[in-house]
């Protein structure tokens, strides 16, 4: 309900753009529906654990089938009364967006177009609901999302690597990703580094990963102040592996490359429960949720 979005009872960990937001409401309003689920999530709940495994066990999917990029999709209709999963819910104290930032605030904005125009408003028309889809915490892992830029800022290799030494333990890396949090293996000239750091008291937001990068990094030594803007960085989802780091710096555009480990669920969830903002490009959910396949009529 748009009501729960307005009341942070669905929390967000995202910036949107303007010019997002206006596009996707327009797209609502012009179609009367959302045709793309909004990506939510929660803290696990036995009671709806088990009303998930009470209604896929007994009865056949409405739909199953392999979409051309090989994801298998699978959905169920609820049948039966509606109560225990509407008391379920409501026992919730609130849902997260995982993914579908723009499409919710879009959403939102829809609504509320819709609402102010209903002289008879009462709050339960369709336009005050919208699409989404809910993943309990433990069904979910987020992908890393890997760093490249585009030159050293001047300088050279070995001057680049002196000064990445002064401020990170630095030695030859194992494999190309890391394999836990409070490091970043950078590709560089041809060779992979581990870079490491000791744990420090900060707020959820400060001690991720890519903001260690960023305020350590990419910001004092490769003068990239913001990310968001900066056209010499650019971003490769985990999805797309290590490989396409190695590629870009060996075959260009860029100079250098950093595989994140990803965050987690539960710290996405402690950052928008703190009502702070990820750094751009924090997290990766792959496979995406299909738009089309279920749509929802705003009247």
Known sequence: HI??????????HEKTRQDKEDDRTRHALALNANSGPVFLTYRDTRALDELVAGATGANPPLYDFTADDGVRHTVWRVEGEAAPWTAAFA?????YVADGHHRAKAAFRAGMERRAADPGHTGGEEYNWFLAVLFPQSHLRILPYNRCVADLNGMTTSEFLRRVRQTFTVAPAATPAPDGPRRTHMYLDG?????????FAADPVAVLDVSVLQDRLLRPLLGIDDPRTSPRISFVGGIRGTDELK???????DAVAFSMHPCTVRQMMDIADAGQI???KS???EPKLRSGLLIHELA
């Open 247 to 253: 590629r870009r710096v060996d075959q260009g555009p």
């Open 91 to 95: 026992a919730l104290p609130m849902a």
């Open 3 to 12: 009501d729960d979005y307005a009341a942070d009872i669905i929390r967000k």
């Open 283 to 285: 997290t990766w959910f």
């Open 278 to 280: 990820m750094p751009p």
């Open 191 to 199: 060779a992979w580094y581990a870079l490491s750091w000791e744990s």
